[in-house]
């Protein structure tokens, strides 16, 4: 099976800061990458798919890129409601497996 | 609106058996793969299976085969998770989660979970 890494497993940044998470697939997985955010005690939110495509309602500070086996998600200009703990998800075909997060708090 | 209603968690001893149920509403129920995924404390997501629309295509994370199935009963717009031989490693809260359509294993909206504790 695919296996996906995240990586910082956390970091701290302050206010308007820009932001990159990075996201590695064990092998090519073309564009098939969702990233969502989960605030503590809440649903994980949807934020990208397809890679790069920002899920309806999602603030445009946040963009996703890449292809194949390395993906970003980057917050331009991080706001204190950014806190939280980003996940990205292999997608497309099964098993539809999570990175191991990461977590993203304000210095 | 789309609701998803999970139910029938609860506390079990190692090697029972329950059976998870997600209730959905307010969307065409029998046109869309619902997910479960689960959550250990403190820890990441992580997927546990998939079935389709009618159910034709169920497919499970594969260290779960053998003691978790999935089905569904779209009269009943419901979807269900039978899991068995419980260890105290799938003490979780489990959610269930609306595929988009077409299905491609990511999720717009999510039932708001069931807590499965296992001691």
């Known amino acids: 099976d695919i296996q996906m890494t995240q990586s910082p497993s956390s970091l701290s940044a302050s206010v308007g800061d820009r932001v990159t998470i990075t996201c590695r697939a064990s092998q090519g997985i073309d564009n098939n990458l969702a990233w969502y955010q989960q605030k503590p005690g809440t649903l994980p939110k949807l934020l990208i798919h397809?890679?790069?495509t920002l899920q309806s309602g999602v603030p445009s500070r946040f963009s996703g890129a890449g292809s194949g086996t390395d993906f970003t998600l980057t917050i331009n200009g991080l706001q204190p409601e950014d806190v939280a703990t980003y996940y990205c998800?292999?997608?497309?075909?099964?098993?539809?497996?999570f990175g191991p997060g990461t977590k993203v708090d304000l210095k | 609106d789309v609701q998803l209603v999970e139910s029938g968690g609860g506390l079990v001893k190692p090697g029972g058996s329950l059976r998870l149920s997600c209730a959905g509403s307010?969307?065409?129920?029998?046109?869309?793969?619902i997910n479960w995924v689960r959550q250990a404390p403190g820890k990441g997501l992580e997927w546990v299976s998939s079935i389709s629309s009618v159910g034709t295509y169920i497919d499970h994370e594969e260290s779960l085969r053998g003691r978790f199935t999935t089905s569904r009963d779209n009269a009943k717009t419901s979807v269900y998770l039978q899991m068995n031989d419980l260890r105290p490693d799938d003490t979780a809260i489990y959610y269930c989660?609306?595929?988009?359509?077409?299905?491609?294993?990511?999720?717009?909206?999510w039932g708001q979970g069931t807590q499965v504790t296992v001691s």
């Open positions: 989660a609306r595929d988009v359509r077409p299905p491609r294993g990511y999720n717009v909206d």
């Open positions: 307010g969307f065409s129920f029998s046109s869309y793969t």
């Open positions: 397809g890679a790069s």
């Open positions: 998800q292999k997608c497309g075909s099964a098993p539809f497996s």
